[in-house]
């Protein structure tokens, strides 16, 4: 089976800084998606961002941007300019290609927002 | 409806009662998951159903767990003889299933279930 690695259980952030959580991923296969999903405190979980692996271009989204670097099989967010709503936890979350597979989980990443 | 729903939000039993977990996907969803998130920990897999094929049922812990998929929508996870250790977050996700694996999968508010 796949697995996620975030090795950063909690992070924090200055409101208006920038702030990168990192997601480690192993697998053999060549064709897959990864996503990062927020968790607030309410427990609704969201996508944030979401990379097919066979584009080399960054997904970005607003604030949101990932580091994708297929090779050494890293996924990391970028969130600029950070607000006191990104506080949440951060999962990472990996995919084979094609449908009917699992997706795989990080055990998440803890962000605080500080004002 | 307009999202992922589960229920009830919050249940409390105590040991060796079984309970019984609903979730109702987006309408025209073929795939629903159900997800362990224990405190301080990431989610894990329990079971998958798509369609009209058999469930993936791999990652259910023990022979206590069970789940069911009646018509291709709602979804009922059964927990018999609960232990302590059953005590996490449930969460159920559905996703449209269209050809490809970019499908996001559309959280419940989850159940947050407490074996005393």
């Known amino acids: 089976a796949q697995t996620v690695t975030q090795s950063q259980p909690e992070m924090s952030v200055q409101e208006a800084e920038t702030v990168t959580l990192s997601c480690t991923y192993d697998?053999?296969?060549?064709?897959?998606?990864l996503f990062w999903y927020k968790q607030p405190p309410s427990r609704q979980m969201i996508l944030v961002i979401r990379?097919?692996?066979?584009?080399?271009q960054n997904a970005t989204e607003n604030r949101f941007s990932v580091n994708f670097q297929k090779a050494a099989k890293s996924f990391s967010l970028k969130i600029s300019d950070s607000q006191l709503g990104d506080a949440a936890m951060y999962f990472c979350?990996?995919?084979?290609?094609?449908?009917?597979?699992?997706?795989?989980f990080g055990t998440g990443t803890s962000l605080t927002v500080i004002p | 409806g307009a999202g992922v729903s589960q229920s009830p939000s919050n249940k409390v039993t105590e040991k060796g009662k079984d309970v019984e977990l609903r979730c109702d996907p987006i309408?025209?969803?073929?795939?629903l998951y159900w997800y362990r998130q224990s405190l301080g920990q990431g989610l894990e897999f329990l079971i998958y159903?798509?369609?009209?094929?058999?469930?993936?049922k791999s990652g259910l812990p023990s022979d206590r767990f069970s789940a069911e998929r009646t018509g291709g929508s709602v979804s009922t996870l059964t927990i018999q003889r609960t232990q302590q250790e059953d005590s996490a977050v449930y969460l159920c996700?559905?996703?449209?299933?269209?050809?490809?694996?970019?499908?996001?999968?559309?959280f419940g508010p989850g159940t947050r279930l407490l074996v005393l």
């Open positions: 990379q097919e692996a066979y584009k080399q």
């Open positions: 996700a559905s996703t449209p299933e269209l050809a490809g694996g970019l499908e996001t999968q559309y």
């Open positions: 697998t053999s296969e060549s064709d897959y998606y």
């Open positions: 309408s025209g969803h073929t795939a």
């Open positions: 159903f798509q369609g009209n094929s058999a469930p993936d």
């Open positions: 979350a990996y995919r084979s290609g094609g449908p009917g597979n699992q997706f795989y």
